[in-house]
């Protein structure tokens, strides 16, 4: 049972459009999210977070969206630059057991 | 950079064999993670630790054991390896003192011949 879902495997962007990472979750008992960059052969590098009770959380180039009602969070990074090609992990945190639960990870490209 | 390392950075080892990993941490964090990273699986967490000599089971801890006896090293034991045990393995450290973010470590790559 994948509490959180990336329903998307990859995703290709021209330099300085923007990109949107999606992340779906099931359980409604997730109080924190969490997004990850992960280059090949390093560990993953924590981004961006949100609290269950926001609906937003922006740093820089980067902005988290979320939406209690559909269970959804999106990664939004504008301009999107060639260093920002990596892998993408979404995550959610439980504060009663104090686990983090990751999706499967989005590979972004994006083409100079 | 968070102070995590972990050691071997790469094995290679045949099945039936013990290994054992450890990941050591500079930070003081209470909390300890080991996951596993697989191809069309993302980060999955194998067993995690919330004090020295307390920890809990994750998601796919079967064929692991853990152990921590003190604050900065968190042990993760493949008692007889298998071929499905070969993958890439994270440490990582949180506490909530802080935030909520964990810092991973560098990885280990383990293959199982």
């Known amino acids: 049972d994948q509490q959180v879902k990336q329903n998307s495997p990859s995703l290709s962007v021209q330099e300085g459009r923007i990109s949107i990472l999606n992340c779906d979750y099931t359980n409604s008992m997730f109080d924190y999210f969490l997004w990850y960059k992960k280059y090949p052969a390093e560990g993953p590098t924590f981004l961006i977070s949100i609290s269950s009770i926001k609906d937003k959380n922006e740093d820089g180039r980067f902005t988290v969206f979320l939406n209690k009602s559909a269970k959804h969070l999106s990664l939004h990074i504008v301009p999107s630059q060639p260093g920002d090609s990596a892998v993408y992990f979404c995550a959610a945190f439980t504060s009663g057991t104090y686990k983090y639960i990751f999706g499967t990870g989005t590979r972004l490209k994006v083409l100079a | 950079d968070a102070g995590i390392t972990q050691s071997p950075r790469h094995k290679v080892t045949e099945t039936g064999t013990p290994v054992t990993l450890r990941c050591h941490q500079t930070?003081?964090?209470?909390?300890m993670y080991w996951y596993r990273q697989d191809p069309g699986h993302g980060l999955r967490l194998i067993h995690y630790?919330?004090?020295?000599?307390?920890?809990d089971k994750g998601e796919v801890s079967d064929g692991y054991s853990v152990s921590r006896s003190k604050t900065e090293d968190f042990l993760l034991t493949l008692e007889s390896a298998t071929s499905s045990q070969t993958s890439v393995y994270f440490c990582?450290?949180?506490?909530?003192?802080?935030?909520?973010?964990?810092?991973f470590g560098p990885g280990t790559r383990l293959t199982v011949t």
């Open positions: 990582a450290i949180s506490d909530k003192r802080e935030s909520y973010e964990q810092y």
């Open positions: 930070e003081n964090h209470r909390y």
């Open positions: 630790s919330y004090g020295v000599k307390d920890t």
